[in-house]
C-alpha cells in the first residue's frame, strides 16, 4: 500500500504562481496520470467592485484546511494535493484559491478537486468584505446556501 501524501496548505498575501505549484507536485513523478486545478478568481461585479478583501485567524485557516484536505486524501487515491488560499486585499481579475490534485486517474483528481473548492466555500474560516469601486461601503459576502448544499452532497457518496 503506498504511503499516504501530505497534502500542501498554504494561507498567503501573496500572489501564487499556477504552472509552478504544478510543477512542483509532477516533477520527477511517474506515478500520477492526472492532473487537475481549479483557480478562484477575484470578479468585479459588472464593475461595482474595487477589490475583495479576505481576512482569516492566522493558524486556524491552515488547520481547518488541513482538516479537509485529510478528508480528501482519505476518500481518493491521490498522489499529490495542494491548496493555496490568498487573504488581504485582492483586487478584480486576482487569483484567490488554488487546488490541485493529482492522482494515477482523472476521475479521483476530479472528485478530490471538486470536494476541497465545495468544502473551502462553505467550511473555511475566511470572511469577505467588499470595496466599491465608488467608495461607498462594501458588504461582508454572506455564505450563500449554494455552497452548503454543494457541500453536503459529498456526505452520500
Keep these: 500500500m503506498p504511503a499516504a501524501i501530505v497534502p500542501v496548505v498554504r494561507v498567503q498575501a501573496d500572489d501564487f504562481d499556477l504552472a509552478g505549484e504544478v510543477g512542483a507536485l509532477t516533477a520527477g513523478r511517474a506515478d500520477i496520470g492526472a492532473v487537475v486545478t481549479f483557480t478562484g478568481l477575484c470578479r468585479g461585479e459588472a464593475g461595482r467592485l474595487a477589490a475583495l478583501e479576505l481576512e482569516h485567524y492566522p493558524g486556524m485557516a491552515e488547520a481547518e484546511i488541513s ?30 484559491v488554488l487546488v490541485v490534485s493529482a492522482s494515477a486517474h482523472r476521475q479521483a483528481a476530479f472528485d478530490a478537486a471538486s470536494f476541497m473548492m465545495d468544502y473551502l466555500k462553505s467550511r473555511a474560516p475566511f470572511w469577505k468584505k467588499e470595496h466599491r469601486v465608488d467608495g461607498s461601503a462594501g458588504n461582508w459576502v454572506e455564505a450563500k446556501e449554494s455552497d452548503g448544499a454543494a457541500a453536503d452532497r459529498w456526505r452520500s457518496g
Excluded at 67 to 95: S, V, Y
Design 67 to 96: 482538516r479537509i484536505a485529510g478528508e480528501a486524501t482519505a476518500r481518493w487515491p491521490l498522489q499529490g494535493l495542494t491548496i493555496i488560499h490568498r487573504f488581504g486585499k485582492i483586487l478584480p481579475g486576482e487569483n484567490i
